[in-house]
């Protein structure tokens, strides 16, 4: 399966679940992802209507030279909403081949990375539209719901997109 469309469902499965087991969350019926490539939506220092995930941990492979790596710390997505029509945007940033300097290769996420970042989108979808706070109401929620860690890859930040965009991005 493409990996935008196992974004997309996972997003249509997770909402369901969410809207399933907290009244409080049924707004989430209305919200819609899409991905996309426009060049304005961009990193900015003002977070009200985006929701940076950082840390996913993805695959990179370099087309032109068969470079593969991974990169915890330097796979970073960023999803921008907009309240009024209730679309949600999201964005994948990419690194340069380090042994060929390709431009930016477009990462590779495993399906429990995808789970992990859509859960996270919607609760920060919750919290920052709604206020609602589901850290405390979940009890089974699973330890790998964060932003990240402090573990740096600080020699990769010269070929991350992110950073690039944003000075260090992915380390602040």
Same mark, same amino acid.
């Given at each position: 399966m493409a990996q935008n469309q196992l974004f997309l469902q996972?997003?249509? +499965? /997770?909402?369901? %679940?969410?809207?399933?087991?907290?009244?409080?969350?049924?707004?989430?019926?209305? /919200?819609?992802?899409?991905?996309?490539?426009?060049?304005? %939506?961009?990193?900015?220092?003002?977070?009200?209507?985006q929701i940076?995930?950082?840390?996913?941990?993805?695959?990179? +492979?370099?087309?032109?030279?068969?470079?593969? /790596?991974?990169?915890?710390? +330097?796979?970073? %997505?960023?999803?921008?909403?907009?309240e009024h029509t209730r679309i949600i945007k999201w964005k994948l940033f990419g690194q340069q081949c380090r042994r060929c300097r390709q431009e930016f290769v477009i990462p590779t996420y495993q399906p429990d990375s995808i789970t992990e970042t859509i859960r996270y989108l919607i609760e920060k979808l919750a919290f920052k539209t709604r206020r609602v706070d589901l850290r405390p109401i979940d009890p089974d929620r699973p330890t790998i719901l964060y932003n990240g860690n402090r573990h740096r890859e600080d020699d990769l930040t010269c070929f991350c997109e992110a950073c690039k965009l944003r000075r260090q991005y992915c380390e602040n």
């Open positions: 996972t997003f249509t +499965h /997770w909402k369901q %679940i969410y809207m399933n087991s907290y009244p409080n969350m049924n707004f989430l019926r209305q /919200w819609h992802l899409e991905q996309t490539e426009d060049p304005e %939506i961009v990193v900015t220092n003002d977070s009200s209507q940076l995930k950082r840390y996913s941990g993805a695959q990179f +492979h370099c087309a032109r030279c068969g470079n593969q /790596w991974f990169s915890r710390i +330097h796979s970073s %997505i960023l999803f921008q909403y907009y």
